[in-house]
């Protein structure tokens, strides 16, 4: 199984990005999938998940701002960003798991799912 994210780049406080992430190799309806992210100097943090079409959860930064969602025709998960803002600048991972949501929300930054996409960089000024 493989992730490859996409849409990264840099934008403007208040602005919008959407992320894409391909997952191929495998059944995509088996798995859970997440959003993380890495900013400089700090640890990994869960931004978004979800499990089936319509179990989802947000972390309490991101709630409101974000959504998670996935096209099973296309094999692919989003993450709408709007509102952003400068600590929202992170390199953002894709990740999908056979475990359950909780598995992925709940996941330590010293641990990983089964599959990972490479980081894409997301960049917003102030």
């Known amino acids: 199984v493989q992730l490859q994210a996409s849409g990264g780049g840099w934008v403007q406080a208040g602005g919008s990005l959407k992320l894409s992430c391909k997952f191929s190799?495998?059944?995509?309806?088996?798995?859970?999938v997440g959003w993380f992210r890495q900013a400089p100097g700090k640890e990994r943090e869960f931004v978004a998940a979800?499990?089936?079409?319509?179990?989802?959860r947000y972390a309490a930064s991101v709630k409101g701002r974000f959504t998670i969602s996935r096209d099973s025709a296309k094999n692919t998960i989003y993450l709408q960003m709007n509102m952003l803002k400068p600590e929202d600048t992170a390199v953002y991972y894709c990740g999908a798991d056979r475990g359950t949501l909780a598995t992925i929300v709940n996941l330590r930054p010293d641990r990983n799912l089964e599959v990972w996409g490479r980081g894409t960089l997301v960049t917003v000024s102030s």
């Open positions: 979800m499990y089936g079409t319509y179990s989802e």
């Open positions: 190799g495998g059944t995509f309806s088996a798995y859970g």
